[in-house]
């Protein structure tokens, strides 16, 4: 009889949004008169349609799929150079990082790449987590088999190490002791789900130690469009030595409204070599020419033009909007007496639960009686336990509405 992969096995209940998700279906059921009341923050998934340059983009690229003269069937599965050279130069050049056309590798997003590009490490690689932390990355090296036992108690992992994010440390990770020997350490900034940020000296702090320490850094900067503070780096190859340890996973979802459209990429440097010399960009470049026949070209014709001056307008205009709700909903949960941290430079608002409540017991304190969607921060990890995370993607009468109503409780 066949057996199924004992480490998906491993996985403690379901991924987190689901679990959010299940939970608000369940409520809907139970109370179908309060369903249609429901103010949805949790998920990071944005509310704006596309842009009228992206809707043009993705129309013209339809029309030449749809003559035998401009068809094109398989995508080059490492992307079309029309875009990865606009991304070399717009995202990269244009911020004095030098990362060229074929170290970038385009994809259907940020969550598979982030999920995936632990497939080119050795198995017993050690792994470096923030906590609390996207979900993605611990548990799909939980499926690959490299985290050891799960602790229900603490929800840790034995071979996993954390690197706890708190309010006494400002939210900001330390680095590891050397002595744990990592190999892997993913870093996310702006922060996904505390909103924290760091400046180029730490950051450069991280390049340092993983270039002494033979470790790789993932920096995933899915969130770098909300920068508004000029002292952040928007890219970790802005500082020095990154080409030699830092892979880094971007995405189209929230600078552009791609959540449903799909497109992200992942630069690997020709640099970054393991310790007998395997490039790494070569390995990437060889799973994904393996696993996927890349991101449809309507798709990547729509990337393009984000990075036209009236596409950057376009979407210029919707990330200011969701700033300006990140605005509303930290502020006026402040006024509320509520600590609030995150929110300025990053579209998460990340709380603290009042009265000592835990994250879920709050998460259903607002479902029940105000119909305010949140996502746990314990559901991030333990450290996230107590907090609580809202987007800053919904609709503006959402993000008014829910501030009203959570001051009103
Ligand atoms: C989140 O809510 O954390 C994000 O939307 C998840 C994602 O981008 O996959």
Not at 182 to 199: E, H, M, Q, R
Request: hydrophobic residues 40%.
């Amino acid at each position: 009889m066949f057996k199924a992969n004992a480490n998906y096995l491993k996985l403690p209940g379901s991924y987190l949004f689901s679990t959010v998700a299940s939970k608000i279906s369940q409520y809907c059921e139970e109370n179908p008169e309060k369903a249609g009341r429901i103010v949805r923050l949790g998920i990071g998934d944005v509310t704006q349609p596309l842009a009228p340059s992206i809707v043009a983009a993705l129309h013209g690229a339809v029309d030449e799929m749809a003559s035998a003269e401009t068809f094109r069937g398989y995508a080059p599965d490492l992307g079309y150079d029309f875009l990865r050279e606009t991304i070399a130069k717009c995202d990269f050049a244009a911020r004095g990082a030098a990362i060229s056309p074929d170290e970038v590798f385009v994809s259907d997003g940020a969550k598979s790449d982030s999920a995936n590009i632990q497939e080119i490490f050795s198995e017993d690689a050690r792994v470096a987590v923030c906590d609390p932390v996207y979900p993605v990355y611990v548990d799909s090296n939980v499926m690959a088999g490299r985290t050891g036992v799960y602790d229900e108690a603490t929800g840790l992992w034995s071979n996993v190490s954390y690197m706890p994010c708190t309010r006494e440390n400002g939210f900001a990770p330390e680095l590891p002791h050397p002595d744990e020997d990592i190999s892997l350490i993913y870093l996310c900034f702006p922060n996904n789900p505390t909103g924290a940020v760091i400046d180029k000296p730490r950051l450069q702090a991280w390049v340092d130690y993983a270039n002494e320490h033979g470790a790789v850094i993932v920096y995933d900067a899915a969130y770098e469009a909300y920068i508004t503070d000029p002292a952040l780096p928007h890219s970790i190859y802005e500082c020095d030595g990154a080409r030699t340890c830092a892979i880094e996973i971007r995405s189209f979802s929230k600078n552009a409204g791609f959540t449903g459209t799909r497109l992200g990429y992942t630069v690997v440097p020709h640099d970054l070599k393991d310790a007998d010399g395997v490039s790494m960009r070569d390995l990437w470049a060889r799973r994904h020419g393996t696993k996927f026949n890349g991101a449809p070209y309507i798709v990547q014709r729509a990337g393009e033009v984000v990075y036209s001056e009236q596409g950057a307008r376009e979407t210029g205009e919707q990330i200011a909007f969701y700033r300006e709700n990140a605005r509303i909903i930290l502020e006026g949960l402040r006024e509320a007496g509520f600590d609030v941290f995150g929110g300025v430079n990053a579209p998460y608002i990340w709380l603290k639960a009042p009265n000592g409540m835990t994250s879920w017991d709050f998460f259903d304190m607002l479902l029940n009686q105000v119909q305010v969607v949140g996502t746990p921060g314990s559901g991030f990890g333990p450290s996230g336990e107590g907090y609580f995370r809202l987007t800053a993607f919904g609709s503006r009468e959402d993000a008014l509405e829910a501030v009203s109503r959570i001051k009103a409780l």
